[in-house]
Every structure is written in C-alpha cells, then in structure tokens.
C-alpha cells in the first residue's frame, strides 16, 4: 500500500489566482542551496512547490503555493527564502478554508 | 492629501473580524485592508468555532450566522497501525437552543462576519496588501503603504490582525521569525458527501455533530495531532506537526494526510466522499513564551499574529476573537477620553488581555509546548504499547487475566522503564496542573 501521493491531484481542487510571472517566494542565492544538507524545503512544503534538481539545487515554482510560510520558517537559519504576499488578490484563493 | 482614518485593521480572519466590527459599531471611523479576493480567500482553520467569544460581540449571531453543525459527541482517539483506542462523550444535553460550540466552514463564517462589520458601517476593502507600517520621526506607527497605487493610509492607530505568518510586525522589528518548534504545519482536506451518510454513520440527526481528535501512530511519532470533523454536507479531515518535527522527520505532509485518509479506522468513515479543497495553514502552537509584545505606539497585534493559541485545548479562534475585541475596546476607551493611543495607553489592551481567560489559559499551560517537543514518547513509543495492550485485553484466548495484566505492565516498563512512566505522568500533571 505504499502508494505515491500525487500531491498535484490534491492542488488541482484549489482556486488560485495566478499573477503570471510574479512569483511571491523566491530563492536568494540557488547556489548556496547546493551545500544545504536537509534541503528541508523540499519535503516540507505541503504544496511541493520545491524540488532538487538535477545541479542539486533548489527549483521553486510558486503555483500551487498555500502561502502557509512553512517554507521561510524551515529555512530561517539559511535565511535562503525571499517570502512575500502575492499582490492583493492574487494567489490561493480558498472556497472554504 | 492622505485618507485618514481612527483605526486601521489588517486582516479579515476572526481576530480582524472581531476588531473592526467592535470598532465599527462603536462609531468609530474604521477601514480593514484584506488581501484575498474577498474575506476569507486567504483564511485556513481546522472547523470548531465556539460560541462565547462571538456572542459577546454579536449576541443575537445564531440568528443567521452559517454554522454547520452544534456538537454533541466529542472523541478522543489514539490510533495504533490498524486500530484505535478512545473515548467518546456524547450528550443530548448539547442539544439546546444555544449550543456551546460548532463545526464551521472558515469561508462562510467571514463573509457572513464582513456583512455585519459593513452594517456596523465599517469600511473594508479586499485584494489589497498592506507592504509595510509607515512610521514618525519618533517611531510611531501613524499608517500603513498598501500595494495599491497610492496606497498610503493614515490612522491613529493600526491593528495588525495579519495572522500566524505576521509579516508585518515582522519586518518592522516588532517581533522576531517563529522558531520552527513553536509553529505546527497542519494540511486538511474538505470531502463532500451525501448527508444521509454523515447521520448513519456518526448516528446524527439534523445539524447534530461529531469530531473526532486523534492522536498516535498517524504522526509517526512526531509531535502532532489529527482531526475529522462532521460538517452538514461534508468532512473535515486534517493533520498538523510541529515544524521542526517535519524538518527532521522526512515525512511530507500530504502522505502523512493520506496515511491518515487508508487507516482502516478512518478509511469507512469517509469512504464515498469527494475532495473540493486541500488547505495547508500554520497554527502558532508555542504558547504563552511565544507571545510577543502586544502593542507599542500606535499599533497592536491580535489573534494568530500575537500568537494566541491555546494548543491544548485546540482554541484559536475565540482567543482570536477575545483579542480582537479587548484591542478594539481600548481604542474605543481612548478615544471616548480623548487621550492618544501612545504605548503607555495602549497598555491596557495587555490588562485586560493578562486578566481575561486568553492570558490565563496561556499562562497556565506555559510549560506544555516545552515538555511535549522534548518528550517524544507521547507520540511514539505510548500509542504502539497502549493500543497493543488494549488488543492484549479484549482479545479472549484462554490466557488467564492475572498473565494478562503482567504482559500488559511488562510492555510498558519495556518501553519506557518504571522510572520513564512515572517521570512522564509528573510531567504532565506539572503541565497541566
């Protein structure tokens, strides 16, 4: 029973309002992600919006973001996530919450 | 020339909500700034709103406030790999005419909030974000700088009720970043199903309720807890750890979800029901030492934002609440004494906070955070031996009771030594006392 858990199928239930080529989150310095051991960011964000890519950085795609700021709070001691708001109006968009 | 107004709220979560009708109501000339598309967009809460706090801002609120269901049965649930041990308590005396508590849908409760802030003849704007707190000369807080093209508003006094991630006392240097220990990340889905289902198998009827709150196994020993709550036409499932626990413990929190969704002892409970929405939120869970300085010159910080939550017993929204109101009284007092709202007057906002049930429930549960995080055989080893032990027991296999007994202890001492068991039990008493 150890299914992969397609977090995209969950995500796409989500309203969101996208603010095209603005993302909210953003990675400081991806290079200084290659010598973080946990790299925590990647298994932490409930909306996978991070992944180690092949250099083994960091690659952030803000889409399917919950804007919950897990992400800035794991990583506060490598001070590596530039964390905002989307634009007033932008972003998870939540129908029931 | 800049808009000035007496109050700025930030935020349309409950804490906002709270405060700004308060103000509004008052006469007050308010304005509240919302980020989401409409109040509610950008707030998460697991489901349970209790009546108390809401009451004492607007008494007649059960006249049409869109609650889901009043609750009568509560269950406490420890769930082993493939079973569960709990207690339930169920009472037809919460059938009255004014129930005590509620399962909500977060969305609904704000919009119907923000129609009466409007009515009290607040003013409220949505999809727009406060950027950052413009201040005087001295440090005062005289307005905020919103993302809308002059965006610059001026107010005697800001109420920052921007919730957990509380950015903007952050970046001011009112308050410093939560450490990860002192932040749970809980993800939930909302599953619809058909009513009837709801009544059969929680045996309900009409808007009667059941939730569920569960412990054990299904965090996988990191320090957590789990919910499933009834709504009228759908389920709320849910489960949150502390940060610094998912950091460590290489468990992503949508398959800790999903383990949660196939245990065989939730798995029939929800079966059939379709998934609308999967929300992530952090809930401030460090208690009574997280809580920052409260106010200042000019400004106060309310609900998640002041990191008032009461992990203990899962009350985050009426202490919310409570904070939105008690901050919006002292303004309301100030201004009926015409006195400035400087951080010596605004003190009394922290008065009567330290002396309402917000700061005592905090206060008396101080050590818990601490004893919880450093402790972690209350989500490991303890759901493993007393779920075993109870399968020991009931299970009737012609091994006498007085062996029974032995094997149950010895699994326990096993587990944790007589002088673990003991040690933890104090802790708790201390914690809880």
Not at chain 2, 196 to 211: A, H, M, T, W, Y
Request: aromatic share 8%; charged share 25%; glycine share 8%.
């Amino acid at each position: 029973m150890n299914m992969m858990v397609k977090v995209e199928d969950k995500l796409y239930q989500n309203r969101y309002i996208v603010d095209e080529s603005r993302p909210h989150i953003r990675i400081k310095d991806a290079e200084s992600c290659t010598s973080c051991t946990s790299q925590a960011c990647t298994y932490c964000c409930p909306a996978a919006c991070y992944s180690r890519n092949e250099a083994g950085s960091v690659t952030l795609i803000t889409d399917g973001c919950l804007e919950c700021g897990t992400c800035r709070v794991v990583c506060q001691d490598k001070e590596n996530i530039q964390w905002d708001y989307p634009r007033g109006g932008y972003g998870i968009s939540y129908k029931f919450g | 020339m800049v808009e000035k107004f007496d109050a700025i709220v930030i935020g349309a979560g409950p804490s906002g909500n709270a405060a700004t009708y308060t103000l509004a109501k008052a006469g007050l000339n308010v304005l509240q700034l919302e980020r989401g598309e409409y109040p509610g967009a950008k707030n998460v809460q697991g489901g349970i709103m209790y009546a108390a706090e809401l009451e004492k801002i607007i008494p007649d609120f059960r006249d049409d406030c869109p609650t889901e269901r009043h609750i009568i049965e509560q269950r406490v649930w420890l769930l082993g790999d493939d079973n569960y041990i709990g207690t339930n308590y169920r009472s037809d005396a919460f059938n009255t005419d004014r129930p005590n508590r509620y399962t909500i849908i977060r969305a609904n409760i704000d919009k119907w909030f923000s129609e009466k802030i409007r009515a009290a003849g607040g003013l409220q704007i949505c999809e727009t974000t406060v950027t950052e707190l413009i201040r005087d000369g001295a440090g005062k807080v005289i307005g905020v700088r919103t993302d809308r093209e002059g965006g610059e508003i001026h107010a005697d006094v800001v109420i920052m009720a921007d919730g957990v991630n509380a950015l903007l006392a952050k970046r001011t240097g009112f308050q410093q970043e939560a450490a990860p220990e002192n932040v749970a990340l809980a993800v939930k889905e909302i599953l619809f199903i058909d009513p009837e289902l709801i009544q059969q198998r929680f045996g309900l009827k009409d808007d009667e309720g059941v939730v569920i709150e569960i412990m054990g196994k299904v965090t996988k020993g990191m320090v957590g807890t789990a919910f499933l709550y009834t709504n009228k036409e759908s389920l709320t499932i849910g489960i949150g750890c502390l940060i610094s626990d998912f950091k460590a413990g290489n468990c992503p929190p949508y398959k800790m979800l999903e383990d949660l969704k196939r245990h065989p002892v939730i798995k029939p409970l929800i079966e059939g029901a379709e998934m609308k929405e999967y929300a992530a939120h952090m809930i401030p869970e460090g208690g009574y030492k997280a809580v920052p300085q409260l106010y200042g010159d000019g400004w106060m910080v309310v609900g998640d934002a002041a990191h008032l939550n009461n992990a203990a017993h899962r009350e985050g929204s009426n202490l919310a609440m409570a904070s939105g109101r008690m901050a919006a009284e002292t303004v309301i007092e100030l201004k009926q004494s015409g006195l400035a709202p400087t951080a010596a007057n605004l003190a009394e906002y922290k008065r009567k906070m330290d002396a309402s049930f917000v700061m005592k429930d905090l206060k008396k549960y101080r050590e818990l955070p601490g004893i919880m995080h450093n402790n972690k055989q209350f989500f490991g080893a303890y759901p493993d031996v007393i779920t075993a032990a109870a399968h020991n027991w009931f299970t009737v296999d012609s091994v006498d009771k007085k062996t029974k007994e032995k094997e149950i202890m010895a699994s326990f001492v096993k587990k944790r030594s007589v002088f673990g068991l003991v040690g933890d039990a104090l802790k708790l008493v201390r914690a809880v006392r």
